[in-house]
C-alpha cells in the first residue's frame, strides 16, 4: 500500500457528531488493552501545527513527494533549505499534556502501545515506551544510496557550517518539519552528501507517494489484534496509512473511539467521536481515572 498524496477530504453529511462525553474514552482506558492511533493534532498544543484542521497548514503547503525528492536536485535544495530552517524549531518542541496522558495510561497498565503518524518524536519524549513510527522520524537520516543512518542533529551542524549567514524568515512550520519559503529565500542553499559514499541523502519519513514499509504495517496490524480497543487521538485518517487500522478494529469488533474536533474519515466506523481539544480532554480523563501525568521529558535524552 503506498501512500497517496490525496491531501483533502469532504465529509458526507450522514457523518454522526461528535460530542462532548468523555465517558466511552473513560470506559475503553479503565478497561485496559488500549493501543493508541495518533496524528498531528496532538502535537498542536507543543506548536506543531496539523495538516488539516481549522488553519492547517494544507491551505498554503504541499508536502515533497516521494518521486520529486528523488528525481529533481533542485526539490531537494528546496526540500532541504526548507527541512534545516524548519528543524530549528522543530527540533525544539517539547510535549503537552496529551503526549503526557498517553504516557502516563501506557505506565499504568491502560494503555498498551501506541502508533503514531507523526515524525516529531513527541510520544518518546513524553516517556512512551511502545511506540511505532509509522513514518518514521526526522530525527534520523538515511543515505538512498548506501542505506547508513546518521542523526538529524548532526546534519544539522554540517547544513549550518556549508550555508553560514542562512538566517530566512519563513511564513511558518508544517508538521513534516518543513517551513514555508519563497525560491528566491532558498537561494543557492548547499545541499550536503552522505559522509559514508556521496550519496543522496533523505530524512528517515515515508514522504508522499511512498510506501511505509511492509514489515511496520504488519507489526501494527498484529497491534491491532492484540488490543482490546483503538483510540484515534488527533487524526483526520485522511491517508489509508492509518485508516486501515481503524477498519480492522471495527471489522474485527473491536470499539473504536476518536478524540478529534473535527470530523474524521474513520468516524463511521467510531462508537464516538469526542470532539474536544486532545491536552484538556485527556488531563480529565486522567483525572477520573486516578492516573497522574507526572512529568517526564526525555526530549534532549
Known amino acids: ?18 460530542t462532548t462525553d468523555l465517558g466511552p474514552v473513560t470506559d475503553a482506558l479503565g478497561a485496559g488493552g488500549v493501543l493508541v492511533l495518533s496524528g498531528a493534532g496532538i502535537s498542536t498544543e507543543s506548536g506543531i501545527p496539523d495538516y488539516r484542521g481549522e488553519g492547517g497548514s494544507l491551505s498554503r503547503h504541499t508536502p515533497m513527494t516521494y518521486q520529486q525528492f528523488t528525481a529533481d536536485p533542485q526539490a531537494r535544495r528546496r526540500y532541504w533549505a526548507r527541512s534545516h530552517l524548519g528543524w530549528r524549531t522543530f527540533g525544539r518542541a517539547r510535549p503537552n499534556a496529551g503526549h503526557r496522558a498517553v504516557a502516563a495510561f501506557e505506565r499504568h497498565g491502560l494503555v498498551e502501545g501506541v502508533i ?18 509509522l513514518h518514521g522520524s526526522l530525527a534520523r537520516v538515511v543515505c538512498l544510496t548506501c542505506g547508513a543512518f546518521t542523526a538529524r542533529r548532526d546534519l544539522a551542524v554540517r547544513l549550518e557550517e556549508a550555508n553560514a549567514g542562512f538566517r530566512p524568515v519563513a511564513a511558518g512550520i508544517n508538521p513534516d518539519g518543513d517551513a514555508d519559503l519563497s525560491d528566491e529565500q532558498v537561494g543557492d542553499f548547499r545541499v550536503v ?7 543522496v541523502l533523505k530524512p528517515d519519513v515515508v514522504f508522499f507517494g511512498e510506501a511505509v514499509p511492509r514489515e511496520r504495517v504488519e507489526h501494527c496490524r498484529r497491534l491491532v489484534r492484540e488490543a482490546s480497543s483503538l483510540l484515534v487521538l488527533g487524526s483526520s485518517l485522511t491517508v489509508m496509512s492509518g485508516l486501515r487500522f481503524v477498519r480492522q478494529a471495527a471489522q474485527a ?32 480523563v486522567a483525572d477520573r481515572l486516578g492516573v497522574p501525568l507526572g512529568d517526564i521529558d526525555r526530549s534532549s535524552a
Do not use: F
Open 253 to 284: 469488533g473491536k470499539p473504536v473511539l476518536i478524540v478529534n474536533r473535527d470530523a474524521t474519515r474513520g468516524d463511521a466506523h467510531a462508537r464516538a467521536r469526542v470532539a474536544l481539544p486532545l491536552g484538556p480532554a485527556l488531563t480529565a
Open 1 to 18: 500500500m503506498r501512500m497517496r498524496p490525496t491531501l483533502s477530504w469532504t465529509p458526507p453529511e450522514d457523518l454522526p457528531a461528535g
Open 116 to 133: 503514531t503518524q507523526n515524525v516529531d518524536g513527541l510520544h518518546q519524549a513524553a516517556g512512551s515506551r511502545d511506540t511505532v513510527e
Open 193 to 199: 552528501p552522505c559522509v559514508a559514499c556521496g550519496g
